[in-house]
């Protein structure tokens, strides 16, 4: 089985349960930056300059690539060095990103042990699940209004991410699985993909 395992897809299309049930089947590290991030958030001995990059996206920025590749690169690297492989959630958001996790991997040797999964679910059933979760979940967050949420949709949906998927389309390294299926579906699927 490839070592690196890339989940793309829209929110809502379920590739963080995805990522979930694969690292505790074969064991991988389920990396994710949002997760990196609240991390460091929560890091007392933080570096300052990392800190005030966090503080900015707080503000509506966009996090910067250079504290997304020093974050993810440095968890990717301690996995690896003990032989365990890493499932890469939501990691990749635009194709500059793309290109430096590829340098990143090829640098390490790891080319040929990349799979990337595309979750393809519409942006309509994307729309759906996510004010669905947002009911069920009763929160009052900001994030999970409709306008929020649409607007979420529009900078990280299909749209947004088509750009990525043809980056890996040319590198021969993407599969698409049908997210709108069943979680057990889907996860069948991704584990056909991964010759398991």
Sequence with gaps: MKK????????????GTQAKLLSEKFGYAHISTGDLLRALAGEVTADPKDTARLAE????????NELIYKLAFAE?????AVGRGVILDGAVRTVAQAKKFQSFFQGLGLAPEIAVIDVRISDEVSLNRLLYR????QSSRADDRREVIKKRIKEQGNKAISPIVKYYEKKKLLRQVVGE????????????ILGV
């Design 4 to 15: 690196v395992i890339i989940l793309l897809g829209a929110p809502g299309s379920g590739k």
């Design 57 to 64: 996206m707080k503000r509506g920025k966009l996090v910067s």
């Design 76 to 80: 990717i690297s301690r996995h690896l």
């Design 134 to 137: 947002a009911q069920i979940s």
């Design 181 to 192: 299926k069943s979680i057990e579906a889907v996860y069948q699927d991704i584990l056909k």
